[in-house]
């Protein structure tokens, strides 16, 4: 918790990940609530198919689990695991018609 905190010391929505349908980076806050269900699915050897549910909400300033509208998206795509980490690609919507495509090559650390 903190007042007039500089963008990189705050909490984006959906974490490193990103929320689905925003950018990663995107609707920041200092208190963030989120809740994801991520469901795979084997295609073919080490490829899989990937949906994952979310809802969430981040706020500066306010109540200690931020109040108001949540956002909710879904993201659909396909994901693998190589030597370098995982590899994604998928496509996100939220409720208010956002989308955004995510790719993400390896971990972060």
């Known amino acids: 918790w903190g007042e007039d905190w ?4 705050s909490f984006a929505r ?13 609707r920041r ?3 963030e609530v989120l809740v994801r269900l991520t469901a795979t699915h084997p295609l ?9 549910l979310m809802s969430g909400r981040t706020a500066a300033g306010g109540p200690a689990v931020p109040s108001g ?11 693998t695991s190589t030597a370098i980490g ?10 208010d018609d956002r989308g955004a495509v995510f790719v993400r090559v390896g971990r972060w650390f």
């Open 44 to 52: 073919l050897g080490r490829l899989q198919a990937r949906a994952e």
């Open 86 to 95: 995982p590899i994604r690609v998928e496509y996100g919507r939220t409720r």
């Open 14 to 26: 959906g974490g490193e990940e990103g929320f689905a349908g925003l950018h990663t980076g995107e």
């Open 69 to 79: 509208q949540w956002l909710f998206g879904v993201r659909v795509g396909v994901g």
């Open 6 to 9: 500089p963008p990189q010391s």
């Open 29 to 31: 806050g200092d208190r």
